[in-house]
């Protein structure tokens, strides 16, 4: 392939600040045709340099003058505070290329784990995937696993392999990595060329043409190969030229090939890029942020290997009431539907929306309807509003760049949309349509959070609306049992950064120790005497009774029965005591938690002609189950879940042991294909507060599991309940 070095752009671009994100900036791009654009999810292993790559594309493009920092928080990509603050990304980020005549859309995802939702959106927004792999650090089980996810998907991807420049890098050994994780269609188009032992330029494998890459020059000088150079390669080239032909639609090029025959350049890179572009051979390029090495080589792979959008396939569309409606195609005079990826909130704009557009046009000052259907699990209710959309805008970082227009197969951003969450459809208000929503991640590791002071309940409710509108992997629950606030998160890195977006917009917070909602139960029979009587002047109150308590078979729930005889109770106030009794089981009897499977009896009792009264047997039943428990035994009961887990066979024992010292039962193991095993167990849900974190540490990251309330059993008499008080 050539290199083609183009200086087609849009202007430099800002660093930030207000000025940039009401668009003051360079005007963004604006392609009329589909086959222009190219979305590209850049995908890897936190730390593995993708933000950094960025730059260096933004660089060698001349859309900034100089490189930023993840360290000083510097960086276009990286511009949310919380990504600052943390020195990662946290957050989707698009960065538009103009390269030869085309817009690439580079979507920056998180390498972190728990930002996986955000990476997620990544890939509905992208039509391929860009993995980089760090020469350091080689390959990760979570890149491994996005590699499979994207597999399953059908989505062309390439290897960009990262960090050449560092002492610690090994390209042969990262290369044989990725073949051993990816497949053996993982094959380079060029190899390093280096200079006194570092890497100063590419060979390209089918044009034999080495491009050097010089320190404070801009861009790569090409020279032709040097015989030494030629045959060093000469086996790489080789296994690239078989490699293309076996995916060449020409059966006749192999037999030619082997019989010695020099097939055209020309003939193997169209091969290649229709490979590529179908998802079944996948290039990889070494690169160097620091030098620049690569920025030529990727963004022509990006720009003619990847395919376009109207090449690709679209999601599912309905109309409102779930009815499937005719298939949607990347046609800008289609009917607008749009999908919101990503929802940010800010300071000057308000809400800001990420937008995929995959059919019709968006255009500014026109109705659009938004519709939110299939995220109530979440805490995102259905909704469906019209509204009118004023600007649009080309995202670079945090600067918005005003475009008149955005069409199917682009991504644009849309400010003041009041209603709209990510995951929403944005389509025309006369046709509404529904897009089917993405698969995302249950968020299994709770966070309970107070507001430092009453003032400060209605700061937090407000803006917790605001930070889970934009980011469907929370999950915000207010607990019925412990009345306690959860927010629900894919780990502790994830709740630091929603914790940091509540307390940038003024929300004055702190965390508290999560209460397990335990319940209470009787482990014996036992008696109460319950006596409500006070005559302090006037109309008294005049109640007595007397009940029997029992224990019933777990998950059997509460049963009351009326045993008196002679009418020592009327019978209009034995409802009386009963609800006295169920209003205490709420409160508790012992610990404060409720108390549930038991039976209670009314044996006995008085009552006075003028002084009884509903409240006061009331009074009297809540009083008698209190005496019931004092002289009987209570037992806490804590909630148990059933667990399932899949691992890589080799955790398998390790995860295992850790169940066990959870006091986990195990239930099962089952293979579950792919050297994975699925684990099932029952296990405390006191045990697994954390295990969204501790799993991940036990596997390498490779772990995952999900958790289903299975029911209450007795707390061993040698472990102490947590939060056994409020």
């Given at each position: 392939?050539?290199?083609?070095?183009?200086?087609?752009?849009?202007?430099?671009?800002?660093?930030?600040?207000?000025?940039?994100?009401?668009?003051?900036?360079?005007?963004?791009?604006?392609?009329?045709?589909?086959?222009?654009?190219?979305?590209v999810?850049?995908?890897?292993?936190?730390?593995?340099?993708?933000?950094?790559?960025?730059?260096?594309?933004?660089?060698?493009?001349?859309?900034?003058?100089?490189?930023?920092?993840?360290?000083?928080?510097?960086?276009?990509?990286?511009?949310?505070?919380?990504?600052?603050?943390?020195?990662?990304?946290?957050?989707?980020?698009?960065?538009?290329?103009p390269?030869?005549?085309?817009?690439?859309?580079?979507?920056?995802?998180?390498?972190?784990?728990?930002?996986?939702?955000?990476?997620?959106?990544?890939?509905?927004?992208?039509?391929?995937?860009?993995f980089?792999?760090?020469?350091?650090?080689?390959?990760?089980?979570?890149?491994t696993?996005?590699?499979?996810?994207?597999?399953?998907?059908?989505?062309?991807?390439?290897?960009?392999?990262?960090?050449?420049?560092?002492?610690?890098?090994?390209?042969?050994?990262?290369?044989?990595?990725?073949?051993?994780?990816?497949?053996?269609?993982?094959?380079?188009?060029?190899?390093?060329?280096?200079?006194?032992?570092?890497?100063?330029?590419?060979?390209?494998?089918?044009?034999?043409?080495?491009?050097?890459?010089?320190?404070?020059?801009?861009?790569?000088?090409?020279?032709?190969a040097?015989?030494?150079?030629?045959?060093?390669?000469?086996?790489?080239?080789?296994?690239?030229?078989?490699?293309i032909?076996?995916?060449?639609?020409?059966?006749?090029?192999?037999?030619?090939?082997?019989?010695?025959?020099?097939?055209?350049?020309?003939?193997?890179?169209?091969?290649?890029?229709?490979?590529?572009a179908?998802?079944?051979?996948?290039?990889?390029?070494?690169?160097s942020?620091?030098?620049?090495?690569?920025t030529?080589?990727?963004?022509?792979?990006?720009t003619?290997?990847?395919?376009?959008?109207?090449?690709?396939s679209?999601?599912?569309?309905?109309?409102?009431?779930?009815?499937?409606?005719?298939?949607?195609?990347?046609?800008?005079?289609?009917?607008?539907?749009?999908?919101?990826?990503?929802?940010?909130?800010?300071?000057?704009?308000?809400?800001?929306?990420?937008?995929?557009?995959?059919?019709?046009?968006?255009?500014?000052?026109t109705?659009?309807?938004?519709?939110?259907?299939?995220?109530?699990?979440?805490?995102?209710?259905d909704?469906?509003?019209?509204?009118?959309?004023?600007?649009?805008?080309?995202?670079?970082?945090?600067?918005?760049?005003?475009?008149?227009?955005?069409?199917?197969?682009?991504?644009?951003?849309?400010?003041?949309?009041?209603?709209?969450?990510?995951?929403?459809?944005?389509?025309?208000?006369?046709?509404?349509?529904?897009?089917?929503?993405?698969?995302?991640?249950?968020?299994?590791?709770?966070?309970?959070?107070?507001?430092?002071?009453?003032?400060?309940?209605?700061?937090?409710?407000?803006?917790?609306?605001?930070?889970?509108?934009?980011?469907?992997?929370?999950?915000?629950?207010?607990?019925?049992?412990?009345?306690?606030?959860?927010?629900?998160?894919?780990?502790e890195?994830?709740?630091?950064?929603?914790?940091?977006?509540?307390?940038?917009?003024?929300?004055?917070?702190?965390?508290?120790?999560?209460?397990?909602?335990?319940?209470?139960?009787?482990?014996?029979?036992?008696?109460?005497?319950?006596?409500?009587?006070?005559?302090?002047?006037?109309?008294?109150?005049?109640?007595?009774?007397?009940?029997?308590?029992?224990?019933?078979?777990?998950?059997?729930?509460?049963?009351?029965?009326?045993?008196?005889?002679?009418?020592?109770?009327?019978?209009?106030?034995?409802?009386?005591?009963?609800?006295?009794?169920r209003?205490?089981m709420?409160?508790?009897?012992?610990?404060?938690?409720?108390?549930?499977?038991?039976?209670?009896t009314?044996?006995?009792?008085?009552?006075?002609?003028v002084?009884s009264?509903?409240?006061?047997?009331?009074?009297?039943?809540?009083?008698?189950?209190?005496?019931?428990?004092?002289?009987?035994?209570?037992?806490?009961?804590?909630?148990?879940?059933?667990?399932?887990?899949?691992?890589?066979?080799?955790?398998?024992?390790?995860?295992?042991?850790?169940?066990?010292?959870?006091?986990?039962?195990?239930?099962?193991?089952?293979?579950?294909?792919?050297d994975?095993?699925?684990?099932?167990?029952?296990?405390?849900?006191?045990?697994?507060?954390?295990?969204?974190?501790?799993?991940?540490?036990?596997?390498?990251?490779?772990?995952?599991?999900?958790?289903?309330?299975?029911?209450?059993?007795?707390?061993?008499?040698?472990?102490?309940?947590?939060?056994?008080?409020?």
């Amino acid at each position: 392939m050539s290199v083609k070095g183009t200086r087609d752009v849009a202007g430099p671009a800002g660093r930030g600040g207000p000025e940039g994100r009401q668009g003051n900036g360079a005007a963004g791009i604006s392609p009329r045709d589909p086959a222009m654009v190219r979305n590209v999810a850049l995908v890897g292993r936190s730390g593995a340099g993708k933000t950094t790559l960025v730059e260096a594309l933004l660089e060698a493009n001349g859309m900034i003058t100089r490189k930023g920092s993840v360290v000083d928080g510097t960086t276009v990509s990286d511009s949310d505070p919380a990504a600052i603050h943390q020195q990662r990304s946290v957050a989707l980020s698009v960065v538009p290329l103009p390269v030869a005549g085309m817009k690439i859309n580079l979507l920056d995802t998180p390498g972190y784990p728990d930002f996986i939702g955000e990476l997620r959106a990544g890939l509905r927004a992208a039509d391929a995937v860009l993995f980089a792999v760090s020469a350091v650090d080689g390959v990760d089980a979570g890149t491994t696993a996005i590699w499979q996810e994207c597999q399953y998907l059908g989505m062309p991807r390439a290897v960009v392999l990262t960090r050449l420049d560092h002492p610690r890098a090994d390209y042969d050994g990262v290369l044989a990595a990725c073949r051993a994780a990816f497949g053996d269609t993982v094959l380079p188009l060029y190899v390093p060329v280096r200079t006194d032992g570092e890497a100063t330029g590419l060979l390209g494998l089918l044009s034999g043409t080495v491009f050097e890459y010089s320190p404070g020059t801009s861009g790569a000088t090409a020279r032709a190969a040097v015989p030494q150079e030629i045959e060093a390669a000469d086996a790489a080239r080789a296994e690239l030229i078989e490699g293309i032909i076996a995916e060449s639609e020409d059966e006749t090029l192999m037999d030619r090939y082997l019989g010695g025959e020099d097939i055209d350049a020309d003939v193997l890179i169209a091969d290649l890029e229709t490979a590529v572009a179908r998802g079944s051979f996948f290039p990889a390029v070494p690169a160097s942020a620091l030098t620049g090495l690569g920025t030529a080589e990727l963004l022509e792979l990006l720009t003619k290997a990847f395919p376009s959008p109207p090449e690709r396939s679209l999601p599912r569309a309905t109309d409102l009431t779930g009815a499937p409606v005719r298939a949607l195609a990347c046609n800008p005079e289609g009917p607008l539907a749009a999908e919101v990826v990503r929802t940010t909130v800010d300071a000057f704009l308000g809400r800001v929306c990420l937008v995929r557009v995959f059919s019709g046009t968006l255009r500014g000052d026109t109705p659009v309807h938004v519709s939110g259907h299939g995220l109530a699990d979440r805490g995102h209710q259905d909704h469906d509003t019209d509204e009118r959309l004023t600007h649009l805008y080309s995202p670079l970082g945090a600067n918005l760049r005003p475009v008149p227009f955005c069409i199917a197969g682009d991504i644009a951003a849309v400010a003041k949309l009041g209603s709209a969450e990510t995951g929403d459809t944005i389509s025309a208000k006369d046709q509404p349509l529904l897009l089917a929503t993405w698969e995302m991640p249950e968020p299994l590791m709770p966070v309970a959070i107070e507001a430092d002071s009453h003032g400060d309940e209605d700061a937090l409710a407000r803006s917790l609306g605001k930070v889970a509108a934009g980011d469907p992997t929370l999950r915000v629950e207010r607990n019925a049992e412990t009345h306690q606030l959860i927010l629900w998160c894919m780990g502790e890195a994830h709740a630091e950064v929603v914790l940091d977006r509540l307390r940038d917009q003024g929300v004055k917070l702190h965390t508290v120790d999560v209460v397990t909602p335990l319940r209470e139960t009787f482990s014996s029979r036992a008696a109460g005497h319950g006596r409500h009587v006070k005559q302090s002047g006037g109309h008294g109150q005049y109640a007595v009774c007397d009940i029997e308590v029992e224990p019933l078979p777990r998950g059997t729930g509460f049963e009351f029965i009326d045993k008196t005889v002679g009418g020592v109770i009327p019978g209009t106030f034995i409802s009386s005591v009963e609800k006295g009794v169920r209003a205490q089981m709420q409160k508790g009897v012992a610990s404060g938690f409720p108390v549930v499977d038991v039976r209670v009896t009314v044996v006995g009792g008085k009552a006075h002609s003028v002084d009884s009264s509903d409240a006061a047997f009331q009074a009297a039943g809540a009083l008698a189950l209190r005496e019931a428990a004092a002289a009987g035994k209570i037992q806490l009961l804590e909630p148990v879940s059933s667990v399932a887990i899949s691992v890589p066979d080799e955790h398998v024992g390790t995860v295992m042991s850790d169940l066990s010292a959870r006091r986990g039962r195990l239930t099962g193991t089952t293979s579950s294909g792919g050297d994975r095993t699925e684990i099932t167990a029952e296990v405390p849900d006191q045990e697994l507060l954390k295990y969204a974190v501790e799993l991940r540490a036990l596997t390498a990251g490779t772990g995952t599991f999900n958790r289903q309330y299975l029911r209450h059993d007795p707390v061993p008499g040698n472990v102490a309940a947590a939060g056994a008080g409020r």
